[in-house]
C-alpha cells in the first residue's frame, strides 16, 4: 500500500472533507478530523458531512475520528485544511505529536498573519526542515470535487517523490493531480487571487458589468505577476492552473466566498454586514494586508489590492476606489509585466 495511508485529513470543513472523500474515492484508507467535537459526532453518526457538503455520502474507506492524539499515530501522512488564521497554532499542537519525517500537506490558501510569511516558510519554522511538505492548490470548489465533477488541481513541494505519492492518491479519472516544484508561485497565485476576488465582486456588486470585471481579472494578473517576478517565483506557474485558473474562478463564480463578499460590500452593505452574510471564513479578507505589506517591502504597486484594503479597513467607499483605479496615468500595457518600483 502506498505510504502515505492512512492519511488523516485535519479540518472538517467543505475543503477538507471534499480532499478526504476524493482520497478515499480512490479507495485509501482516510481519517477525517475536526475541532467540533458535536460536528464530528454528527458524521461519525450519518457519514456524511451535511453541514457543509449535505446529501454526500462518505465512502467507506473514510472514516471520522475525534481522538485527535489518536489520529496522529495512526497516519502516515497529515494534510491540514483549516484557515490560514489557525495554520501556525495547527502545526504547534500537531509538533509534539508526531514524528520529525512524517509526510505534512496542506490546501489553506493565504499568508501568515501579522508577519506576511509564507505557510510553508512557517511550517519549516515551527515542524523543522525534516518533514516532506506539500501545498496543494489549483482551480477547485469543494462541492464539485466532493461530487466527482471534473476538476485540475496543482501539488507543489521540494520533494518530487512525495508530490508523486500524493498525486497518484489523488489522481482520479475526474480529478487530474499536476505537480510543480515551485512552491512559492502556487502559494502566491492561490493567496493574491481571493484579494483579487473581493475587488472583482465589489464591481460586479456596483453593477459595472462584464468589462469591467474582465479589465479586473487581467489587471489584477499583471499585479501578481509583478509580485512574483519580485519574489522569485516562477512566470510559468502563475499562467497556470494555480494563478490564472484560480484567480478566473474565483472572480467569476459566486461559490467563491471571497467573491461573495465583495458583491454584498458592493450592493451597499458593510463589511461587517458582508462577512455576516458570508457566514464562513472569507480568506481573501485575512490576506489582503499581508500581502500589501509584502508588496510595499518589494517596492511593487499593487493598486487593486491597495484599493481593497481601503474599503475593507479604512472604511472607503467602493465608488470612489474604483474612480482612483480609474483615473490612474494612462501608460503601456506591456511595461505592467515588469517588475515596476515606486
Not at 31 to 48: C, F, I, K, N, P
Not at 114 to 130: H, K
Not at 244 to 258: E, F, M, P, V, Y
Request: one cysteine or more; proline letters at 4%.
Amino acid at each position: 500500500m502506498n505510504t502515505l495511508f492512512p492519511t488523516l485529513v485535519i479540518g472538517a470543513g467543505a475543503w477538507g472533507t471534499a480532499l478526504a472523500i476524493a482520497i478515499a474515492r480512490n479507495g485509501n484508507d482516510v481519517l477525517l478530523w475536526g475541532r467540533d467535537a458535536e460536528h464530528v459526532s454528527e458524521m461519525q453518526a450519518s457519514s456524511s458531512n451535511e453541514r457543509y457538503l449535505p446529501g454526500l455520502d462518505f465512502p467507506t474507506s473514510l472514516n471520522v475520528i475525534a481522538d485527535f492524539g489518536q489520529a496522529l499515530t495512526l497516519t502516515k501522512h497529515v494534510l491540514i485544511s483549516v484557515p490560514s488564521t489557525a495554520f501556525s497554532a495547527m502545526l504547534n499542537d500537531m509538533k509534539p505529536l508526531i514524528d520529525d519525517d512524517l509526510p505534512v500537506s496542506w490546501a489553506t490558501k493565504g499568508l501568515t498573519p501579522e508577519t506576511g510569511q509564507f505557510l510553508y516558510d512557517t511550517a519549516i519554522e515551527i515542524l523543522g526542515d525534516t518533514h516532506p511538505l506539500a501545498v496543494i492548490s489549483g482551480p477547485s470548489f469543494a462541492a464539485e470535487v466532493a461530487k466527482n465533477l471534473p476538476t485540475a488541481i496543482t501539488i507543489a513541494a521540494r520533494d518530487e517523490t512525495f508530490s508523486a505519492a500524493l498525486a497518484s492518491a489523488m489522481h482520479s479519472p475526474t480529478l487530474r493531480a499536476y505537480t510543480t516544484t515551485d512552491v512559492l508561485g502556487v502559494q502566491l497565485g492561490g493567496t493574491v487571487k481571493n484579494v483579487m476576488a473581493i475587488g472583482a465582486g465589489i464591481a460586479d456588486g456596483l453593477g459595472y458589468g462584464a468589462n469591467t470585471r474582465a479589465a479586473l481579472i487581467t489587471r489584477g494578473m499583471s499585479e501578481i505577476l509583478r509580485l512574483a517576478t519580485s519574489l522569485g517565483a516562477q512566470t510559468e506557474t502563475l499562467f497556470g492552473l494555480s494563478g490564472i485558473g484560480d484567480l478566473i474562478l474565483t472572480c467569476t463564480d459566486d461559490q467563491s466566498r471571497n467573491r461573495r463578499l465583495g458583491l454584498a460590500i458592493g450592493r451597499g452593505l458593510t463589511v461587517e454586514q458582508a462577512v455576516a452574510e458570508v457566514g464562513k471564513t472569507v480568506e481573501g479578507m485575512h490576506a489582503a494586508r499581508e500581502v500589501m505589506m509584502r508588496a510595499q517591502q518589494a517596492g511593487i504597486e499593487m493598486p487593486i489590492v491597495e484599493q481593497v484594503c481601503k474599503i475593507l479597513f479604512e472604511g472607503y467607499d467602493p465608488r470612489k476606489a474604483v474612480q482612483e483605479l480609474l483615473s490612474r496615468d494612462q501608460k503601456s500595457e506591456t511595461h505592467t509585466i515588469e517588475v515596476s518600483k515606486n
